[in-house]
C-alpha cells in the first residue's frame, strides 16, 4: 500500500508495523513524492522559462532524483558518488550540471567518463585543471552574489567579484576552453526577492563583456535559495515575480532566443516533502519539565539544529496521537547517542507521553539524513515512498504513472559504513 489519505494516516499505519525496519519502534520517514511532483509543478507555473535542476545535496534520496527527472528536471550534483547515483536512477548525462566549482581531479575524470559535459568554475586555477584534464567540458564562470546573504560563508567562499569575472572570461578564451555562460548562487534561503535582480543584472553585463571579445553565451544558471516549506509559498511566488520581472527586462527572450536558464534548487524540493517519525525510548520527569529521549538527534537527522533558531529554520513536532484536552508541559527533546550537547529541542510543549509514544515532524527533509552522521552507530535509515490522495487528485495520469512506477520500490535503506553513506533500494510494500 503506497497511497495513503494522508500523511498522518501513512505516519499511523507505518508506526504500527514493522515492515522494512528492523524493529518496531525505529524512527523512519515518510516521502511524499506527490508532493514533489507538485512543487515542480508550481515551479513550472511561476518560472516557464526556468528549467530546474535539483540540488540532490539538500536530500539525496534516490526515489525523489528518480521522480523529478522522470517529470522533467535536471539533476545538480556535487561529487562523483552523487553523479553515479543520479546516473542508477537513469538520468541522462545531458541533464547533469556537475555544479562543484572545487572538483576532484579523479571526480571530474568521471564526470568526463560519464558524458557529463557541464561544469562551473570560479577561479584560474581550476579552469586551468579543467583545461588539463577535460578540455571539452562546457563551462559556466560563477558569479560572487554581491550583498547581504543569511548564507554568507557561502559567499566568501565562492563565485568571482566582476573584476576577476571578465579576467577569466578573457583566459577562458586564450586557453580554447567552451564558457557558455554564468552561473551564481545567492545563498540558501533567499529572504530578499531584489537579491536575484541584482545578481542577474551583474550576470548580463559578463554576456556582454564576452560579446566583445567574440564569445557567445547561451547559458545563464541563477542557482538555489528558494525554500520549499508550506509558510514559505508567498514568499516563493514574489520572488518569481522578481526573477521573471529580471529575466524580461535583461535576457528579452527575442533578444536571446537560444539562451537557456536553468536553476539548482535543493531545499525547495525537500521541505516538504520529507516528514520524520521518531519514538520516545526514554523519559525522566523533573520539577519544572519533562525530558524525554528519542531515536535520532543532532548527530543524525536533525544535525542542521546548531544552525538553527531562525524563523526559517525551525523544526516542528506533533505527537501522533495527541489528546487535544492534555495539559502541555514544558519540555526537552534529546537524541539517543551519549553526547551531551545532543539536544534536539532545549523547550517545547508536549502533552504527557509514555515510552513508546510516536512524535511526527513535518517539513523534515532538506538538510537532514544528507548531514547525518554514523556517530554511535544510531540513524535513521528507512524511507517509505508513498503518495497521499489529496496530491494524487490533483496529477494527471502520467504523473500519477511516474509515482507509481518508483513507489514499487517502496521502502529505501540507507546503510552506513562507518562515516560513509550508500544508498539501495529493497523490498515493497
Not at 498522518?8 to 515492515?19: I, M, R
Not at 551583474?202 to 535559495?225: H, P, Q, S, V, Y
Not at 517545547?348 to 554514523?374: H, R, V
Amino acid at each position: 500500500m503506497n497511497c495513503y489519505a494522508s500523511i498522518k494516516d501513512a505516519a499511523g499505519f507505518l508506526s504500527s508495523s514493522n515492515y522494512g525496519r528492523r524493529f518496531g519502534d525505529d524512527a523512519f520517514m515518510i516521502c511524499d513524492l506527490s508532493e514533489a511532483v507538485l512543487l515542480l509543478q508550481q515551479w513550472m507555473e511561476f518560472m516557464p522559462r526556468i528549467r530546474p535542476f535539483y540540488a540532490m545535496k539538500a536530500g539525496p534520496h534516490p526515489p525523489l532524483v528518480k521522480v523529478l527527472q522522470l517529470e522533467g528536471a535536471g539533476i545538480d550534483c556535487a561529487s562523483q558518488k552523487e553523479i553515479d547515483t543520479t546516473l542508477e536512477m537513469g538520468t541522462k548525462p545531458e541533464d547533469i550540471i556537475y555544479s562543484n566549482p572545487n572538483k576532484q581531479i579523479s571526480h571530474l575524470l568521471h564526470a568526463k567518463e560519464k558524458n557529463i559535459t557541464l561544469t562551473v568554475y570560479d577561479g584560474a586555477d581550476e579552469l586551468k585543471k579543467i583545461h588539463a584534464h577535460y578540455p571539452d567540458a562546457r563551462l559556466l564562470l560563477r558569479l560572487h552574489a554581491s550583498g547581504e546573504s543569511r548564507s554568507g560563508a557561502m559567499n566568501d567562499r565562492f563565485g568571482a567579484n566582476l573584476p576577476r569575472a571578465r579576467l577569466l572570461i578573457k583566459l577562458s578564451k586564450e586557453l580554447g576552453m567552451n564558457t557558455i555562460g554564468i552561473s551564481f548562487h545567492v545563498g540558501s534561503p533567499c529572504l530578499d526577492p531584489s537579491r536575484y535582480h541584482q545578481v542577474i543584472k551583474e550576470a548580463r553585463e559578463m554576456f556582454d563583456f564576452a560579446a566583445t571579445l567574440g564569445m557567445k553565451f547561451e547559458m545563464l544558471n541563477i542557482g538555489g535559495g528558494f525554500e520549499g516549506s508550506l509558510s514559505s509559498t508567498d514568499r516563493f511566488k514574489q520572488i518569481a515575480v522578481s526573477i521573471n520581472q529580471a529575466l524580461d527586462e535583461l535576457f528579452d527572450e527575442n533578444q536571446f532566443p537560444k539562451l537557456r536558464i536553468i536553476s539548482e534548487p535543493g531545499r525547495y524540493f525537500c521541505d516538504r516533502t520529507f516528514t520524520l517519525l521518531t519514538n520516545i525510548i526514554a523519559k525522566r520527569e523533573n520539577e519544572t519539565n519533562v525530558d524525554y529521549t528519542i531515536n535520532d538527534g543532532v548527530c543524525g537527522s536533525y544535525a542542521r539544529v546548531p544552525f538553527a533558531g531562525t524563523e526559517y529554520d525551525k523544526f516542528e513536532v506533533y505527537p501522533l496521537r495527541d489528546d487535544a484536552a492534555s495539559v502541555r508541559k514544558r519540555s526537552r527533546l534529546y537524541g539517543p547517542t551519549c553526547a551531551g550537547f545532543d539536544i534536539v529541542k532545549g523547550e517545547t510543549f508536549l502533552p504527557n507521553l509514555e515510552i513508546g509514544d510516536w512524535l511526527i515532524w513535518p517539513e523534515c527533509g532538506s538538510y537532514t539524513f544528507a548531514m547525518a552522521t554514523s556517530f554511535n552507530s544510531l540513524w535513521t535509515d528507512v524511507f517509505y515512498n508513498i503518495s497521499t490522495k489529496e496530491n494524487r487528485g490533483k496529477l494527471d495520469r502520467n504523473s500519477q504513472q511516474n509515482i507509481d512506477f518508483v513507489c514499487e520500490d517502496s521502502v529505501t535503506t540507507i546503510k552506513r559504513i562507518h562515516c560513509s553513506t550508500t544508498l539501495a533500494f529493497s523490498g515493497g510494500i
